[in-house]
């Protein structure tokens, strides 16, 4: 049996709101993915390192905050400085089409905007990290 995918969910900055990404963590746990949730108000050191320890293929971000910009390049920076560019990150929340466009040509693998189903998500996820 192949061994199960781990995905990090994470709220970067100092957006409150997380309903969203509590349903696609649920989501993926529902998959039969092992997902790591590390809660509200994490600053980019914080996912990075909790990949790390926890040795997941896959961070998904969400931010509603309108940082994203910043706070998703910062992630990949931090993981390119600790050689772990085959953590790929997916990202997800109110994101400009324009902005989604940068953050990919950036590196990260996908944006899920407000409409984008779970089982799309699940399907990106397995497919990314298959």
Do not use: C, W
Request: aromatic share 4%; hydrophobic share 45%.
């Amino acid at each position: 049996m192949p061994d199960k995918i781990r995905v990090l969910i994470a709220k970067p900055g100092l957006d409150g709101h997380d309903r969203g990404a509590k349903v696609i963590a649920q989501a993926l746990r529902d998959a039969g993915m092992e997902v790591v949730y590390t809660g509200l108000r994490q600053t980019p050191a914080q996912i990075v390192n909790a990949a790390l320890q926890e040795d997941v293929r896959v961070i998904g971000l969400s931010s509603l905050s309108g940082a994203h910009l910043t706070l998703f390049k910062a992630v990949l920076g931090l993981l390119r400085e600790k050689g772990a560019q085959d953590i790929r990150v997916v990202g997800g929340g109110v994101i400009p089409d324009s902005d989604a466009a940068e953050l990919k040509a950036a590196g990260v693998a996908e944006i899920f905007t407000p409409g984008a189903t779970t089982t799309q998500v699940v399907d990106f996820i397995r497919g990314l990290a298959g």
